[in-house]
Nanobody
Framework: QVQLVESGGGLVQTGGSLRLSCAAS????????MGWFRQAPGTEREFVAA????????AYADSVKGRFDISRDNAKNAVYLQMNSLKPEDTGVYYCAAGYMLVPRNRPSEYDYWGQGTQVTVSS
């Protein structure tokens, strides 16, 4: 079992920045690829970014490329999502997820463990 706890969400104006954190506990964190997903009301959960177990490979949704950056610190059992140039359409609940994978994956079904989510609201 892996427990994931997100933090860092909040209310920010268009063009602002936020840094989300996900703290992991339980099984060996460095065994897992990590991902960030988001979900707005009335929509399906969508992929945002993912990172391999080593941190050497990353993947991003087209909508966030060049604005968001995913990173991890295996010594601290943590993964981060730096979000810059935020837009109202980035609003949603952001979830951290963990799964066994050799390369970053963008489908929720590839992930085995999920956090409870943190709300991000971008005002126009």
């Amino acid at each position: 079992q892996v427990q994931l706890v997100e933090s860092g969400g909040g209310l920010v104006q268009t063009g602002g920045s936020l840094r989300l954190s996900c703290a992991a506990s339980g099984r060996t964190f460095s065994d897992y690829g990590m991902g960030w997903f988001r979900q707005a009301p009335g929509t399906e959960r969508e992929f945002v970014a993912a990172i391999s177990w080593s941190g050497r490979s990353t993947a991003y949704a087209d909508s966030v490329k060049g604005r968001f950056d995913i990173s991890r610190d295996n010594a601290k059992n943590a993964v981060y999502l730096q979000m810059n140039s935020l837009k109202p359409e980035d609003t949603g609940v952001y979830y951290c997820a963990a799964g066994y994978m050799l390369v970053p994956r963008n489908r929720p079904s590839e992930y085995d463990y999920w956090g409870q989510g943190t709300q991000v609201t971008v005002s126009s």
